[in-house]
């Protein structure tokens, strides 16, 4: 995707000496778009924990850097081991982090040390261009969806949180289909929620859109509702940090809002993912899905620029309550229309999915 008509991923390594990784402080936009330049394990990790780099297809790819990273200083079994462990508990519930990692030791276990940067940076690699791949086509096979909405003349897509190309190595997954949209001349209006308490929407969602000059505006989460009453939303498209194999969507805390006001006024709910956001090993993600308990402070507190242009945080709480941050919740298969993956859309059930996957059925 472009900023000011340049091209960009999420992350990448540098072009000058090949091994450093670079990527976006997301916790500094949409105020300054600065770079961040990571040379070890520790500091992807505490780029992860932080939400300087978040998006469950992202901190994927990114933690697998973080294991060539260490790797760089020692090709250890040991060494690689426990970088990888404590890569994968920075976020609990997205479920692309360990699967990367898998993957990345699958590869390397098999690999002697010797040749493990070679190989680690070679894997690493092919994971961001197939998540950019995928991404891609999960944005093919969600633009019909849109397309149909467009024979009225003009479409109004609601999405929740940032799943876009900031939250994936390139294009994104529920906003792929809408850049696609908008880049065919669909004329296409996005409401974007602002996704407290860390307001990914009204900060890097709102963002994305305008610098790709997609109409859209920020509406408070609770507004929602209201706009599918009144008819003002023709369809809804999120994005998620893990789905089950029966179905099950967990994502950023106020989906299962969206799904239920969706379901009241008949407005199809639609969720856009990679298969390697799908886990396989559970069945029902209302209990079987851990939910990241996040700062208090991220509910008492909100960052923001002053009128002065200064970046300030301020309390919106009353002095001394407590505050309680579930960052995510689940929302039932029942309550989704169907999945957009990058083999094709299907509905939220295990055979929808395995439907699309059969090398899964078993």
Request: aromatic share 6%; net charge negative.
């Amino acid at each position: 995707m472009k900023v000011a008509g340049v091209a960009y991923r999420s992350v990448w390594v540098s072009p000058d000496d090949g091994w450093p990784v670079h990527i976006f402080d997301q916790t500094k936009l949409p105020w300054s778009l600065d770079i961040l330049r990571l040379t070890t394990p520790d500091q992807v990790a505490h780029a992860i924990r932080s939400m300087q780099v978040r998006g469950a297809p992202l901190i994927g790819a990114v933690a697998a850097y973080g294991l060539c990273l260490g790797l760089r200083d020692d090709a250890s079994t040991e060494t690689m081991e426990r970088d990888a462990a404590m890569l994968a508990e920075t976020r609990p519930t997205a479920i692309n982090l360990r699967w990367a990692l898998d993957r990345m030791l699958t590869r390397l276990r098999n690999t002697v040390p010797s040749a493990r940067v070679d190989a680690a940076y070679a894997e690493a690699g092919d994971i961001a261009d197939e998540d950019a791949a995928q991404n891609e086509a999960i944005g093919r096979h969600g633009l019909p969806l849109i397309l149909e909405k467009a024979a009225k003349g003009h479409v109004n897509v609601l999405t929740h949180c940032n799943a876009g190309w900031l939250a994936t190595v390139d294009w994104g997954t529920a906003l792929a289909p809408i850049y696609m949209a908008h880049d065919a001349g669909i004329d296409i209006h996005v409401w974007v929620d602002e996704t407290r308490p860390r307001n990914q929407g009204a900060a890097l969602t709102a963002w994305e859109l305008g610098s790709h000059g997609v109409k859209h505006t920020v509406i408070a989460d609770n507004a929602g509702g209201h706009l599918m009453q009144h008819g003002k939303v023709d369809l809804i498209i999120v994005g998620t940090d893990r789905v089950t194999r029966t179905g099950d969507v967990a994502n950023k805390i106020g989906t299962y809002l969206k799904a239920l006001a969706a379901r009241d006024n008949d407005v199809p709910f639609w969720v856009a993912l990679p298969s390697s956001t799908i886990d396989w090993t559970v069945a029902d993600g209302l209990t079987e899905i851990p939910i990241e308990e996040r700062p208090a402070a991220e509910v008492t507190d909100i960052t923001g620029r002053m009128a002065d242009g200064t970046i300030a945080t301020v309390r919106v709480a009353a002095a001394g309550s407590p505050g309680a941050n579930p960052a995510f919740d689940v929302t039932p298969a029942r309550l989704v229309t169907g999945l957009i993956t990058e083999r094709g859309r299907c509905e939220a059930s295990a055979e929808g999915l395995v439907g699309l996957f059969p090398e899964q059925r078993t």
